[in-house]
C-alpha cells in the first residue's frame, strides 16, 4: 500500500533522526497518523510505501536512513542536506 503524505509534526533539532514526530495524511476521506518510529517499522517490512507529492506531478518516495550513531529517521529519497521535503509539509492537526 502506499500512502500521500500530507502533512508532518516536527520539531527543531540538529539531529535528523529526532525532526520527524508523526507523518500524517488521509485516505479515502479519512485522516491516518504515524510516529516517526511506526512509519519506519512498516517501511521496512515493505508493509506501506510512504510518497510526498511535488510541483509538476512528480513524487519523492519516503525512505528511511541511519545516522552515523545509528539511528534510523524519515527522509525523502529526493533530498539532500540542506533542505528536506517532509519539513517543508504543513502541520499535522
Avoid at 512498516?42 to 507529492?53: G, I, L, W
Amino acid at each position: 500500500m502506499a500512502r500521500q503524505v500530507r502533512c508532518v509534526n516536527n520539531r527543531e533539532s540538529e539531529n535528523p533522526d529526532e525532526r520527524i514526530l508523526h507523518i500524517g495524511g488521509v485516505d479515502d476521506g479519512v485522516r491516518w497518523k504515524r510516529t516517526q518510529a511506526q512509519a519506519i517499522g512498516e517501511v521496512e517490512a515493505a508493509a506501506t510505501s510512504y510518497f510526498v507529492a511535488l510541483s509538476g506531478g512528480d513524487s519523492a518516495w519516503v525512505i528511511v536512513r541511519t545516522t552515523e550513531q545509528g539511528n534510523r529517521y524519515l527522509t525523502t529519497q529526493a533530498d539532500d542536506a540542506s533542505q528536506d521535503t517532509l519539513l517543508a509539509l504543513p502541520k499535522c492537526p
